[in-house]
């Protein structure tokens, strides 16, 4: 079944404790992304990635990191969680990020950092 | 900075009833795609409208991408529970890059 993964669904956490986030996806997609969603403001885009060992910033990538050494995964940590990063986590992919193909979506990570 | 306003942000109505949710802005999008994102999931792609005009039809769902393609709609006839969600929209801007509206929220009442 295609689909894209992210672990944990949930994570509760204290300021300053390091994390990851795992996200992988199984269709070979070369586009990754890593989105917020908070109440009213929509999903904004933290990072993305093109392809492999090719990462970028989106509109609100302060206080997060990313990688992509594989095609299939594309983790996002956060190396010192701050409360103002507690929110709903979403990772996609898609076979490119320039047309109108269609985004994947994981099932989303809540993360509340206390 | 490039906005998608989406309207209403919530709507809650009976089953049986029509209703239309819009996507604005004042920019060009190359493309516009519409998905509905129910609780403890994801965000799923219903439709991408291409063409200034375009009109694609989902079953209940119709999409219409406007003539200067800065908007959309969204109409729904005979709203059944099922399709109670977060209705977002996104547009393909020149950049290639994916501009989200805020998203409405939808509740059907049995």
């Known amino acids: 079944e295609a689909q894209v993964t992210q672990n944990p669904r949930y994570l509760i956490t204290v300021t300053g404790k390091k994390l990851t986030v795992t996200c992988s996806q199984n269709?070979?997609?070369?586009?990754m992304s890593w989105y917020r969603q908070d109440p009213g403001l929509g999903l904004r885009q933290i990072y993305y990635?093109?392809?492999?060992?090719?990462?970028d910033k989106g509109d609100v990538p302060e206080g997060y990191k990313v990688s992509r050494k594989e095609k299939r995964n594309f983790p996002l940590i956060l190396e010192s969680p701050s409360p103002n990063q507690t929110s709903l986590y979403f990772c996609?992919?898609?076979?490119?990020?320039?047309?109108?193909?269609?985004?994947?979506f994981g099932p989303g990570t809540r993360l509340l950092v206390l | 900075t490039q906005l998608l306003e989406q309207s209403p942000q919530f709507l809650s109505i009976q089953e049986g009833e029509n209703l239309t949710v819009y996507c604005n802005s004042s920019?060009?999008?190359?493309?516009l795609q519409w998905y509905r994102q129910e609780p403890g999931e994801g965000p799923v792609l219903l439709v991408t409208?291409?063409?200034g005009g375009e009109v694609k039809k989902l079953k209940r769902l119709t999409f219409q991408f406007g003539d200067a393609r800065k908007d959309s709609s969204l109409h729904i006839t005979a709203a059944q529970p099922g399709d109670t969600g977060l209705y977002l929209c996104?547009?393909?801007?020149?950049?290639?890059?994916?501009?989200w509206g805020a998203g409405t929220k939808l509740i059907i009442k049995p």
């Open positions: 996609a992919s898609s076979s490119s990020g320039t047309g109108g193909e269609t985004q994947y």
């Open positions: 920019s060009v999008f190359s493309s």
């Open positions: 996104a547009g393909r801007n020149s950049n290639y890059q994916l501009i």
């Open positions: 409208v291409v063409t």
């Open positions: 269709m070979n997609h070369e586009y």
């Open positions: 990635s093109m392809n492999v060992e090719v990462t």
